[in-house]
């Protein structure tokens, strides 16, 4: 297979000496991929960005997952922030909601985009519609956004992993988060090697982190860590956009979360069995939600 | 190259709660479903690893069984698969096994009807994409990217070159292709990835070659 970029120096290197952005580079591979027509691979985009708008237009209303566990977080941050006390900013604060109520929705088994997966979706589109209302960017602008974070997603996802149980939650959450800091430089003006470091920048804040669900429900801490990965997205940004520079490159960040996640034990990779799920109180949620059931019996027949 | 399209990142649209333990998943059961080329009536689902582990919190259990029903990702009919499987006289057993696979989000589904059985096993590799890495005891490496053939066959000299001889008359372009088989001159398998849309034609004309056994197709 024939691909445009496999990292992101070849990404960023491609950007600038075509002097295209980031994005531009993703609808290109993408056209030269899938065979399909530019029109084609925009309007998907296009639906997509509907359906994150939608899950935060839910999620803002208020919902509640059948386990009890999580939902109603979202609108109490934004009453908050109504108030006018909010110490972090409002910015800050409005990517953290719209990031808990796209997760909230998740939990709620309600119609998401993942991004790169379910249980980290609510950072991408969290931070896109809060940095919207500082940036008023056109409809093609937002569309970019997440093209910009799915160029940087690809790389992760075939040079590292994207999935929690292979790679912890760095590779979640942490590269949801690296991905929404490189698509915000690029929404604000910044260069392709600026969007390069701010994912390097908060991916470097992310190494480690465990996957370690309450009764494997993705919920708790899942929708919390949704709400940090999305405030560090938007710091990783202005530091990158302020002109702070990783001195670990990219491609080598992600190979050391790469590694990190092969050598985490499989008790804190979405086993639930590690971590903040083997804790008193996530142990007696965990019977609390299943009972005797899961206790008892693994076999379930119809 | 695990992961091909902008949208195994940006995507799937899918309904909650995990893209690898509910969108996969589902993935993985309509792989199934369209191999085996009709709706099965029972269904065994061994599970591993972290699906086994947390399979009833990721909705995994209903996801299959959705993706048996042909459901998609996004399909909002996924929640309640438990019921339509039991209206439309599917049965389901799930079984969590303790012993390590290949990949910590394995499921191997044995399903059948009066007149077959067929084995698939699928890896969800994270972000809602899957591959198939056994079918009927054919280790097998299939994405879903592409258009694919599976043809069922006897371990004859003639048949590769009859059947991509058909592929190629419809001017279509093989991506990918691997041939298996379990013994000398017994049961062999090609799996045949396709550049274009494959139609009913080609599928009819295959079956018709000697000694193919059985063509299944799966679309991108």
Redesign the interface.
Known sequence: MDVLFSNVKELVALAESQNKPISEIMIEQEVLITKRSREEVIAQMDNNLTVMEKAVERGLEGVQSTSGLTGGDAVLIQKYMATGKSLSGDIIMDAVSKAVATNEVNAAMGTICATPTAGAAGIVPGTLFAVKNKLNPTREQMINYLFTSGAFGFVVANNASISGAAGGCQAETGSAGSMAAAAIVEMAGGTPQQSAEAFSIVMKNMLGLVCDPVAGLVEVPCVKRNAMGAAKALVGADMALAGVVSRIPTDEVIEAMHKIGQSMPSALRETAKGGLAATPTGKALEAKIFGKDKVDSDTVKS | ????????????????????H??GAARIGRVARTLFGRQPEWARVHLY??F????????T?VAIIGGLLDYDT?D?RI?SA?AD??RVG???????EEEEAI???TARLVIGDSQGVMELTGI??????MEVVELNGFPLRLSGHYPALLIVHNDRSGVIANVSNAIAKLNINIAHMEVDRKEKGEMALMVIEV?QMIDDALINELEALPDVTQVSTLAN
Do not use: C, Q, W
């Not at chain 2, 086994?52 to 909705?59: Q, R």
């Not at chain 2, 599917?90 to 969590?96: A, G, Q, W």
């Not at chain 2, 969800?124 to 994409?129: D, P, Q």
């Open positions: 190259m695990k992961y091909r399209s902008v949208f195994d990142i940006i995507g799937p649209v899918m309904i909650g709660p995990s893209s690898s509910t969108a690893g972290s086994a582990e947390t399979y009833k919190g990721h909705g259990d996004f909002e929640k438990f499987a039991e599917l049965t389901f057993e799930f079984i969590p990949h910590p989000n969800s590799i994270g972000g809602g994409t550049d």
